[in-house]
T-cell receptor
Framework: EPEVTQTPSHQVTQMGQEVILRCVPI?????FYWYRQILGQKVEFLVS????????KSEIFDDQFSVERPDGSNFTLKIRSTKLEDSAMYFC???????????FGAGTRLSVL | SQQGEEDPQALSIQEGENATMNCSYK?????LQWYRQNSGRGLVHLIL?????REKHSGRLRVTLDTSKKSSSLLITASRAADTASYFC???????????FGKGTRLHILP
């Protein structure tokens, strides 16, 4: 069964460093999303992406964050200068056009030291 | 905000018993979904119920929706140890149906 894959599963970085979290959405999906979950808290929406551009973003998604679909398969989330409070699980999701169900990857645990 | 809020926050039951989790939300919806998350893992979609539906079944899962009360319930029948997980209700919003999650119910099935 097709699935969303995320790499790495765990990323450790120093505060102030840039990180890129990678996702390979399901191949025929057109909508892509990033969510994050700080330990012990609810899953929060970060950004949605469609037709090669951001279609919606939350207040969390400030100038430190960016997303890119560099080729036909990858969807990346970049955090330019990480802060301690960026430590969280980051989930990528994708869905088909005109379908409501989003399929989530297993997540990348980001630890900022 | 539109997010669902689950109740109870935590639930422990014996294996074989039924587990019921409730969710309330605040605004009108097109659909409501339930997800499961095993500890430290990704989110798995369980079931979707549309706003014009009142009840839906999938295997051992039964979901109800009451749009007049803005509430939903998830019933897991004949629970198993493998059902131990956190369960989230979620509503879709915005033009791209971003998902707004509740805080979840932590379900623990006791052997």
């Amino acid at each position: 069964e097709p699935e969303v894959t995320q790499t790495p599963s765990h990323q450790v970085t120093q505060m102030g460093q840039e990180v890129i979290l990678r996702c390979v959405p399901i191949s025929n999906h057109l909508y892509f999303y990033w969510y994050r979950q700080i330990l012990g808290q609810k899953v929060e929406f970060l950004v949605s992406f469609y037709n090669n551009e951001i279609s919606e973003k939350s207040e969390i998604f400030d100038d430190q964050f960016s997303v890119e679909r560099p080729d036909g398969s990858n969807f990346t989330l970049k955090i330019r200068s990480t802060k301690l409070e960026d430590s969280a699980m980051y989930f990528c999701a994708s869905r088909e056009w005109a379908k409501n169900i989003q399929y989530f990857g297993a997540g990348t645990r980001l630890s900022v030291l | 905000s539109q997010q669902g809020e689950e109740d109870p926050q935590a639930l422990s039951i014996q294996e074989g018993e039924n587990a019921t989790m409730n969710c309330s939300y605040k605004t009108s919806i097109n659909n409501l979904q339930w997800y499961r998350q095993n500890s430290g893992r990704g989110l798995v979609h369980l079931i979707l119920i549309r706003s014009n539906e009142r009840e839906k079944h999938s295997g051992r899962l039964r979901v109800t929706l009451d749009t007049s009360k803005k509430s939903s319930s998830l019933l897991i029948t004949a629970s198993r140890a493998a059902d131990t997980a956190s369960y989230f209700c979620a509503t879709a919003a915005g033009r791209d149906d971003k998902i707004i999650f509740g805080k979840g119910t932590r379900l623990h099935i006791l052997p």
